[in-house]
């Protein structure tokens, strides 16, 4: 088992590390797809279905779109 860490940034984001970045076979401007699941969180490569799945859930949430909520939410 080889371990890889990396820090979160005050806006959350992380760099992912070497390893877990070829692992992958990931690129720069790749997605990366958070499977929740009861025993922790297992990151992998975005697949076609999921990045579909997601940009049409975003077309449904316009109503949080606005200038207010960026201010209010910015820091989460």
Do not use: C
Not at 36 to 64: P, Y
């Amino acid at each position: 088992m080889q371990t890889a860490t990396s820090k979160l940034t005050k806006k959350y984001q992380a760099t992912i590390p070497e390893p877990v970045r070829k692992l992958l076979h990931l690129k720069m401007g790749d997605e990366i797809a958070f499977d929740i699941k009861k025993d922790g969180v297992h990151l992998r490569r975005a697949r076609a279905v999921d990045i579909a799945f997601t940009q049409s859930l975003e077309n449904t949430l316009s109503e949080w779109m606005t200038e207010n909520d960026e201010e209010a939410y910015s820091d989460l």
